[in-house]
């Protein structure tokens, strides 16, 4: 949607900041710079050395910001980012310096004092506490340092400007923050720096405080989940479950890497597949721990387990953009949906629900997986009402409609796994690469699982392809559609950062484990509800980015105004006593 695609592009102002001693060695080469400059542009004899003044209460800043914070806030500055923001603090002095020597050089000393105040107080309350009464003190130490420089350079009349300075930018930024804080705090009732805060720690050290945030604004739903239970003699036995949530919203926060974690809920003596049924961000878990729910739902189903020992062969079948390939085992039908090469998005729950529900016609449970394996863009999502939703409610009931005169056979499954050497930073999650392959009657069909959030435009035919060149009969790209492998970016599928041609080697090496596992299988499925899971809600992803985007839309404007009104107050002060 367009409100995430704004936000997205807010990753791009996300940096690292510099090791310590960088900060440091620039601090004082800017110092030396600048007195040097002054010394040769100007007819003084060099004892007003303005850059060795700026410098020393960068420096004394850097040595006491850390641990002032670390005593007073919640969340630990690290010494990179004490260096970073008085190095800033430090070159915005310079600048309104600069402005100075064509104005008045006392006047913006004065108003650099308060200025830098205002800057280093809105940065720390960002990273570390949002609670401003305590970061004040750690943001004050370079304005009270340099305040201390500017007695000795101009002399006591300057004092009362310079106290003033700073009570009129302490109050200016502590209204900008207060203003800042109420679109969030109205809409959503949470406060915008503390979810900055904990964004932010997240991103540091991976602190989980954002869940606290999500549980705020989440409610508790009830969904279905499908599962096809297979066994084999001798081997492990085999799960693959088609859950109706949503693995976001981002990195491990919330329900980020809900698919691993789902994973891992079950035995070692069993290998799960989970699949990505119809769920939108309104169906994010809030926290990890929701996946408990899911396992236990799966778990209630497996006391009325019925085995058969039949399945039918795959079909293909195509409405408008929309291509299914479906299979019966047993009384039960599963369908893989796909639109690629057109763009494929994240259908909403209600597609799903529809299809299952006609489905029950003819099955006792239907399997209804979006591949989420083509993706250009992050766009809208699929609603049932939209002429794609009809598409695939169509094609699954021609599907369901053309399975039920199929004939049912004898069956064997194998399966096979791979961790890949690519990163979650090149697209790939935790579980790699899983393969689920049918054989009935000498047709083989790969069920290829990437723990990952969508696929490349133009990947999934070439892999596709690659696979069916082996004599593999049928052959489907899935996703988990694990947002582990983003942070902020919805957009990050795999094959942008690794070549299709990079994973087919991995690939057809699992594909070909999978065939040497074939080996005879009876199968059962059941669906159950997954109950009171806590989820996002109903379209409170697009309300939250549409909140942050008019808050960051709205930011400079109101940014420059204050700075403005903050500049004509202390130039009226400044006149007044000087």
């Known amino acids: 949607m367009a409100t995430e695609a704004k936000t997205e592009h807010l990753s791009r102002y996300l940096f690292s900041a510099p090791s310590w001693w960088q900060s440091l060695i620039m601090m004082i080469v800017l110092g030396i710079l600048v007195d040097t400059i002054l010394y040769v542009l100007s007819d003084t004899d060099g004892t007003t050395m303005y850059g060795a003044v700026f410098a020393t209460a960068a420096v004394t800043a850097m040595i006491l910001t850390k641990p002032l914070v670390d005593l007073l806030g ?185 698919p691993k974690h789902l994973h891992d809920e079950f035995s070692e003596h069993e290998t799960v597949f989970i699949s990505h049924g119809c769920a939108t961000h309104d169906f994010n878990l809030v926290a990890e721990s929701e996946c408990e729910k899911i396992a236990a739902a799966i778990n209630e189903t497996r006391t009325e387990l019925m085995y058969a020992p039949v399945a039918g062969r795959p079909l293909r079948s195509r409405f408008g953009t929309v291509s299914i390939l479906s299979q019966r085992f047993g009384n039960s039908i599963l369908l893989i949906t796909t639109r690629s090469p057109k763009m494929t998005e994240d259908l909403d729950y209600a597609v799903g629900a529809i299809v299952m529900a006609e489905g029950q016609r003819w099955y006792e449970n239907v399997g209804f997986v979006d591949a989420h394996n083509c993706m250009v863009e992050v766009t809208s999502v699929v609603l ?9 409610i169509l094609a699954s009931r021609q599907a369901m409609m053309r399975q039920m005169y199929m004939e049912l056979s004898d069956f064997s499954i194998g399966i096979a796994q791979k961790i890949l050497p690519f990163s979650r930073e090149q697209g790939f999650g935790d579980m790699g690469i899983m393969v689920l392959m049918t054989e009935v009657v000498g047709m083989k069909t790969a069920y290829v699982l990437f723990d990952g959030n969508n696929v490349h435009t133009g990947v999934r035919e070439i892999l596709r392809n690659a696979v069916l060149a082996t004599g593999i009969s049928e052959v489907e790209i899935m996703t988990t559609d694990s947002h582990v492998v983003n942070t902020i970016s919805g ?51 697009v309300q939250l980015s549409a909140t942050v985007n008019a808050m960051v839309t709205n930011l400079l404007p109101l940014s420059a105004l204050l700075l403005l009104v903050l500049f004509l107050v202390t130039l009226l002060i400044f006149m007044i006593f000087i």
């Open 74 to 258: 919640t969340e630990k500055l690290t010494w990179n980012r004490s260096a970073l923001v008085a190095l800033v603090a430090m070159i915005f002095s310079l600048f309104w310096m600069i402005i100075g020597f064509v104005l008045d050089v006392a006047l913006a000393y004065v108003f650099g004092l308060g200025f830098i105040l205002a800057i280093r107080l809105m940065v720390l309350t960002a990273i570390s506490d949002y609670r401003i009464v305590r970061m004040h003190l750690p943001a004050a130490v370079q304005t009270i340092a340099g305040g201390i420089f500017g007695i000795i350079l101009f002399g006591t009349d300057y004092l009362i400007p310079m106290v003033l300075s700073i009570l009129i930018f302490s109050a200016g930024i502590i209204s900008f923050l207060f203003l800042f804080d109420q679109p969030l705090r109205k809409a959503h009732g949470i406060s915008a720096m503390q979810f900055i805060n904990a964004f932010l720690a997240h991103l540091t050290n991976g602190s989980k405080g954002l869940e606290d945030y999500f549980r705020t604004i989440g409610e508790a739903v009830t969904v279905p989940e499908t599962s096809f239970f297979f066994r084999r003699e001798g081997k492990k036995d085999v799960l693959f479950v088609v859950p109706n949530l949503h693995p976001g919203p981002l990195s491990e926060i919330g329900g980020g890497n809900y």
């Open 384 to 392: 049932p009402a939209s002429n794609i939703g009809r598409e695939y």
């Open 491 to 541: 957009r990050n599928p795999v094959g942008m950062a690794i070549t299709a041609e990079e994973i087919l080697p991995h690939l057809l090496a699992v594909v070909s484990e999978t065939i040497a596992d074939l080996s005879p299988a009876k199968v059962a499925s059941a669906t159950n509800m997954c109950r009171d899971v806590e989820v996002f809600g109903p379209s409170r992803t």
